[in-house]
Structure formats: C-alpha cells, structure tokens
DNA sequence: GTTTAATGTGTAAATTAAACACATTATAGC
DNA sequence: GCTATAATGTGTTTAATTTACACATTAAAC
C-alpha cells in the first residue's frame, strides 16, 4: 500500500503512519547490486569474476556483488561496491535490471539489480585484494555462483545492443586511435566479421571522426592513421530514431 | 557481502551464517513494484493512475504500486499487484527498470520495481474498486506523485522503443483487424504520422500478415481488408541483428 | 445519383547496405 | 639494400531499403 493506493472504498482511510510502519516492519528484503565488468582487452572482451566464497557454490566464480545500505541511494551503493571490491572509480555504471526470485541467494530473500559497465582493462589498474578477483574472456564464462549465469548473459546481451545504439565504444580506446582499433573492438563486443571497407565507410559517414594526421608508431606493420572521436559533432547530428523492424 | 565475494584477504572467511545474519537483520529494505500499464483506446494511448491517498500527494495522481511480500516473487508480486487494483489478469507485465534513491518515497526507504504493460481498453473490464482509478491519455500525464513522472517517462521511452523492435501491438488490435487499425496504433504510440502507402509496404513486406479476405463491417467508410497476425511466420524469419546506428 | 472520404495500388528517386579488388606502405627477413 | 609480407587506404558496382508522391476504386452518406 506504499504508493498510496487503495484496494477497496473501503480500505481508503490509510494514514502515512500506517503506511510508515509496514514500510518499517514488514516486508522489507535485502536488496544487493551485482555489477557486470566488462573489459577490453586487446580485441578480446572480458568479465570481471570473483571466486565465490559460499561453500555451495564452491570453486564457482561469482559477479561482483554486495548489499545495498538502508541509508544509500541505489546507483550509489552500485558505485561503492564496484570501489570496494576493484579500486575502480571513474567508471560509469548503468543498470541493467532487477533480479527477484525468492530462491535465489541460499542466504535468504535476496533481490539484485545488475549493473553493465565496459572499460578498457588497460587503462584502469585493479586493486586486487585477493588473488581471487580475475578478468576472464567471455568465451569461457559458464556456470556462475547463483543465478549469475543469467545475469551474466543478460548484461551481455544488453550491452550488444546498446553498444550498436550508442558510441560507448570510445571511452575503450586511447583518445588517438586507429579505425582498426575501433572494429577490433567492435567485432569483439558483437562477436562478429565485418568488412573493413564497409566499416571505415559507415564510420566516416557518422562524421564525428576527427582524422588527427597522425600515424600509429611502433606498429608491426604499416602504421595507420589515427583519429578521435568529437563529442559534439556527435551530439549536433539529428538522428531519426523511427524504424519499425522486427 | 552477500553475494560471497571477498573484500579483503583478512576478510575472506566469511560463512553462511555470518552473510545470512546480515541478510536477516540489517540491511534490509522496503522494495515495492509499480506497473505503468498503458492502455489503447480509439486511436489514443492511455496509462492507468489512480488517486494518491497521501496527504504529501493531495490531488496527485500515481502509478498502481504496492510493498513486494518477502516470500513472494519479484515477477509474481508485479502480477498480484496489477489484479488487486484492477482485476486484470492475463496481461503482460515487463520489467522495465527500478528506481532506488533514498528519499523518493516519504514514509521511508522504498525502492521500487517499475513494470510495464500494453493492452487494449477496450478488451480488459477494469475492477473499478472505487472511482479513483482513472484512464489519461498521455498526453495529459504531468505532476504525478512520488517520482512516478520520471518511471512515467521512463516507461513510455521504453515502450516506444520496444513497439519498434519487437510485434507488442497485434495484442492491442482485434484477432482481425485492418492496415488502418494498425497504423493508427502505432501512430499513436509513437506519436507521429506515417505515409499510409509506405506504412502498408513495410508490414507486408514483414509477411508475417495474413489476408483473411474478409472485409470490415459497420464502418462509416469503405470498409477495409481484414488481416490477422500469423506468429508462426513472424518466428521463422531470420532478422539480421547487426546495424550499428547512432 | 452525386458527393465524400476512405481504401488500394505503383513508380521513381534517394539513401543505405553489401560485395568485392587493387594499389600503397612500412616492417621483417634475408 | 632487396624482397617478401602483411597490413593500410581507397572506389565501384549492385542490391536492398526508404522516401516521396498521385490516381483510380469503393462504399457510405446525403
């Protein structure tokens, strides 16, 4: 009744007092966040995993994890776990969604929301704690503590599609980047083939490519061009967002 | 800590029964759902509000919410919820996303669980349990209480996108129903005009359509072509996944 | 029977996506 | 240094898709 609806004429009357002490007494469950690190990693894509310490789920890797605070806003506790847990700090974390089922955790009633983040596994230096905090290739990440596996997959899924909607791509490179840097990754993320001269083409086309005539060095082979990613050509380009197709 | 990852070596043994302590008595937090549930009617696309009975919210309108029970799917709760306040029962609720800052709710930390529904007015005899559970077109939907604006908007955003990936709106129209039907339910959920010639290209071209050969009846016009939606062919496409855009 | 307002259909142009080949350049190996 | 290698850089052609746009047809309303 916390919203302030009301089930019957009957029932109407309800007071913020009633409210408050069913939101203080009853009802209330652990709520965690579980984050999704995603790493690129040299044209692979990896997660990072933790070994779970549950003797149920023993020798199993786990997401990152941990309760959120009474006192602490969602999206926050997601940021304080990822600091907790990894040292990583300027990481941006989106949610993905909310994990529910009664029997989820063997500990109790505990319900998750996932959080994605994609980072460049060079460009951020762990903190590792203990020597169970691992990146892994996504390839091999099969049979997770918990419900993670779905989590896992969810994220992953979600992160394919949001990456073909979205430049995220960019923050993976260096800010001077070859066009082969960016389909390496891209056909990492996607786990696909693409042409490379179509793939310069639609990226040109986008026109937020700045080509800073520089050249890749210490290459083994013929250095290409570098270039950057412009925000605010990114921004200024009106997108047509209507295009029924399923 | 929940999830069983460690925070630091002199940390790591932790059991079952410390975490489930945790789980039990501290931590825990009132977590409710909210179902934005919007309804097609006549060309127009509603959302079902009902009435705030919070002072705080006098006047407000607010989204069909309530606490979710500690043994108790998250899912389930979202669909007990949707058929304590309207009756309604075989409707699709979808996830969308969960709202989690600490003062959004004025009896106490609530967070909640946004779900997401589309259906036909005309199709679901609403259990009115008293007149404070209203119809409103979207378009008129400001000011609601709580931060039920913002999981507003957020719903509708997500709907829009996903009426274009994915065939939701055939669930709205009659098992037969005409091009024209189905135009003006997506002009409406989309909010804009399609070119009716083009409009009718796309979707036959989709073959998933099927000519009944049968004709509208009581139409104050030239009646139309019936069409139902044969799921089947939908399903044994092939969709090509891969289109970066943005 | 005439008017009206919708349905049903087609074509041309523009844009986008897909397939595909060859010259160029720096490195690596000799 | 010379050659072989393996990558970069560039276009063209074709197909597919999207967009813009116009006219004949049909049933209802008067």
């Known amino acids: 009744m916390i919203t302030g609806e009301k089930t019957s004429p009957a029932k109407n009357i309800k007071t913020l007092q009633v409210i408050q002490s069913e939101v203080e007494n009853t009802n209330r469950i652990a709520l965690s966040v579980d984050c999704v ?116 997959d969810s994220c992953l899924k979600q992160l394919q599609k949001r990456v073909q909607e979205h430049p995220l ?9 070859s066009l082969r840097d960016l389909q390496n990754l891209y056909e990492a993320i996607l786990d696909i083939k693409m042409d490379r001269r179509n793939f310069r083409k639609k990226f040109f086309s986008m026109d937020f490519l700045v080509d800073l005539e520089e050249m890749e060095q210490d ?16 921004e200024k380009r009106k997108k047509k967002w209507v295009g029924i197709d399923f």
């Open 219 to 234: 290459v083994p082979h013929r250095p290409g061009k570098l270039y950057k990613f412009n925000y605010e050509k990114y």
């Open 169 to 177: 791509g960019f923050n993976l490179l260096p800010k001077k980047f």
């Open 37 to 152: 690190i995603f790493g690129f990693d040299e044209a692979k894509l990896e997660v990072l995993l933790i070994r779970s310490d549950l003797k149920k789920f023993a020798g199993k890797w786990s997401l990152l994890g941990d309760l959120v605070f009474p006192e602490e806003d969602l999206d926050a506790a997601a940021y304080r776990i990822l600091k907790q847990r990894t040292g990583l700090s300027d990481v941006y974390l989106e949610q993905v969604s909310t994990f529910g089922t009664v029997n989820r955790h063997p500990a109790g009633r505990v319900v998750t929301v996932a959080y994605c983040s994609l980072i460049n596994v060079q460009h951020h230096k762990l903190n590792i704690l203990d020597n169970e905090l691992h990146w892994h290739d996504i390839k091999n990440v099969t049979d997770l503590a918990f419900d993670h596996q779905q989590i896992f």
